[in-house]
């Protein structure tokens, strides 16, 4: 088969920021989800680091970064333009989803989990967190998206982790003065691309038939 593969894990924020942008670019896979506590050894096979999204082309390249899957796939078909236009936007955009992939994550990982990292509560990390929601709040009050005028990379990249953020206490989040950054997350899960890449499917095992994203 020429479509590639994805070995994928349906509520992990990198792999949703992978699928969505499969749907935007129009790129169809063979949908590997994967059960993190028993991972499939053709995903270790592939890439040995264990973490997912993985990508496997057909000619075998293997892509293990969920950045990464989302630029090969929005460079070799990009019909939203969720690609910035030029290397300034571009890096503005990559700046961005590392501060997310940074030092965000780390925070977010330690508000929703205090007792993996032997902390008492998660409030000093929540704190801490807020500082990068303040910040694109702040992009979100001058133009309409992170990627600009319309949706794009850096909202597809960065949503995901708002919303595990969000949803860790959602009473505190919607009590903060971020009603843009509210709405903007509100429109992203209620919207088609949200619900689609959210599509459930039965964890994949060698030998199964092959389950299409996007689904039908
Ligand atoms: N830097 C990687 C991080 C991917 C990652 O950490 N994924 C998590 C799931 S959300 C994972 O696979 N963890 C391995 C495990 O839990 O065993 C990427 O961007 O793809």
């Given at each position: 088969m020429t479509e590639p593969v994805l070995y994928s894990f349906r509520?992990?924020?990198?792999?949703?920021?992978?699928?969505?942008?499969?749907?935007?670019?129009?790129?169809?896979?063979?949908?590997?989800?994967?059960?993190?506590?028993?991972?499939?050894?053709?995903?270790?096979a592939a890439s040995p680091k264990g973490t997912v999204p993985v990508m496997v082309l057909a000619g075998?390249?293997?892509?293990?970064?969920?950045?990464?899957?989302?630029?090969?796939?929005?460079?070799?078909?990009?019909?939203?333009?969720?690609?910035?236009?030029?290397?300034?936007?571009?890096?503005?955009s990559l700046n961005l989803i590392a501060r997310c992939d940074g030092e965000f994550k780390q925070h977010l990982d330690r508000y929703k989990y205090p007792h993996?990292?032997?902390?008492?509560?998660?409030?000093?990390?929540?704190?801490?967190?807020?500082?990068?929601?303040?910040?694109?709040?702040?992009?979100?009050?001058?133009?309409?998206?992170l990627h600009g005028p319309h949706w794009g990379l850096a909202d597809a990249a960065i949503a995901p982790f708002v919303r595990q953020f969000a949803h860790t206490d959602a009473d505190w989040f919607s009590a903060q003065p971020w009603a843009t950054l509210q709405h903007w997350l509100q429109a992203f899960e209620a919207s088609d691309t949200f619900e689609r890449c959210m599509h459930k499917v039965a964890a994949w095992k060698e030998g199964d038939a092959v389950t299409w994203f996007p689904a039908g």
């Open positions: 509520r992990c924020p990198y792999a949703m920021r992978a699928r969505l942008a499969l749907l935007a670019s129009g790129t169809r896979v063979q949908l590997r989800e994967v059960v993190l506590k028993d991972k499939p050894g053709a995903l270790l075998g390249e293997v892509i293990d970064q969920s950045l990464n899957i989302m630029l090969k796939v929005l460079r070799d078909h990009d019909p939203l333009a969720w690609l910035p236009s030029t290397e300034d936007a571009l890096a503005r993996r990292f032997n902390l008492p509560d998660g409030h000093e990390n929540r704190a801490q967190g807020a500082i990068f929601l303040v910040a694109i709040n702040e992009v979100l009050c001058v133009q309409n998206y």
